[in-house]
């Protein structure tokens, strides 16, 4: 039930809706891409937003990094031997950041469609020290890259293809900007119950919300299929397509208000969808996630600690 539930709030832009295509494996691309791609911008442009997700969702996005470049380094050579990487959806720069300072590479770029999250970024001093390369930040539409076809030879992507509009669009410009054998790795969501905040949170929007008028966007776990996954690199012109599961991923939150601001306030789509609520079911449903997170966290010794698995697949660009 919990399935169903993730698949109609988070693939229909009318909440209580069923997705029959996407519960087929099928993608199902939204029918307005420039109002889910409005909806993206206009959230992750806002600075409170952009705040509430360095206090929230980040604290548990960076528990992937080393994953994520681990699946792209380049072969053992002297450091920053002349590789060069791009982090796509680069937010505030986490990533990045460890990507330079790692020494694998002479050339660092983090792109984002988001000026707040920029602004953020360039904020943060690399901690690589002087043997690191300056990172470079620019304004980049993932499903549209300004890059020369073969520019890099690995790319990064933590939980940015859950915002883009297209996502098919983005592995194809991966593919061409990256050099024959370049690699690349993303990270999404796993999907409910696995990860037990979306099921906190999508069992409350069941429970009490209403149907409510969306952008309508991609299914937000299509990505945590293998299949789907396979499919849709291979499509892109990838090879030797590996998807995993990183499952000590843990959210560790001071209080259940902490939960609700961090999905309340620091997220795009699941912020929309909270926001459009009538005042009643809105209330309703912050009761209902106040309430669950308290008995999990009188099932755990007190402790608000949510499994957040994510998957990450990850792949070589093929020769020819």
């Known amino acids: 039930q919990m399935m169903m539930a993730t698949a109609r709030v988070f693939s229909s832009a009318r909440v209580g809706l069923a997705a029959p295509r996407w519960q087929r494996g099928a993608p199902r691309m939204a029918r307005h891409l420039g109002a889910f ?27 992937a990094n080393e994953h994520l470049l681990a699946a792209v380094a380049p072969p053992a050579a002297a450091p920053g031997g002349g590789a ?3 982090d796509v959806a680069c937010g505030l720069g986490g990533l990045t950041r460890t990507a330079a300072a790692s020494g694998l590479y002479s050339r660092v770029v983090g792109g984002d469609f988001s000026p707040a999250m920029l602004e953020s970024a360039r904020k943060v001093p ?52 990256l050099r024959p054998g370049g690699r690349l790795a993303f990270s999404v969501w796993a999907q409910p119950p696995a990860t037990e905040g979306y099921k906190i949170l999508l069992g409350a929007v069941e429970a009490h919300g209403v149907a409510v008028d969306l952008p309508e966007g991609p299914p937000m776990f299509h990505y945590a299929d293998a299949c789907n996954v396979a499919d849709a690199l291979s499509a892109a012109g990838f090879e030797g397509v590996v998807t995993e599961e990183l499952s000590h991923m843990q959210w560790e939150l001071s209080s259940p208000e902490e939960f ?19 005042e009643q ?16 966290m009188a099932a755990h010794g007190g402790v608000l600690r949510l499994r957040m698995p994510c998957v990450m697949s990850s792949a070589t660009r093929r020769s020819a």
Not at 37 to 61: M, P, Q, R
Not at 126 to 139: D, L
Not at 160 to 165: N, P
Not at 281 to 296: F, G, M, Q, T
Request: some cysteine.
């Open 37 to 63: 791609a409005s909806l993206e911008h206009e959230a992750w442009s806002d600075k409170k937003v952009t705040v509430a997700y360095g206090g929230g969702f980040a604290t548990l996005t960076v528990q």
């Open 84 to 86: 060069a990487l791009l």
């Open 126 to 177: 690399s901690a690589g020290g002087a043997s690191s390369p300056e990172i470079e930040y620019v304004h980049e539409d993932a499903q549209a890259l300004t890059f020369p076809d073969a520019t890099f030879d690995a790319l990064v992507c933590g939980f940015g293809v859950l915002h883009m509009e297209d996502p098919p669009a983005f592995f194809r410009e991966a593919a061409r900007v």
């Open 260 to 278: 609700w601001t961090s999905i309340a306030e620091g997220t795009a789509r699941t912020r929309a969808l909270l926001r459009a609520q009538p």
């Open 281 to 296: 079911n809105s209330r309703a449903v912050r009761d209902k996630i106040l309430a669950d997170c308290e008995a999990h």
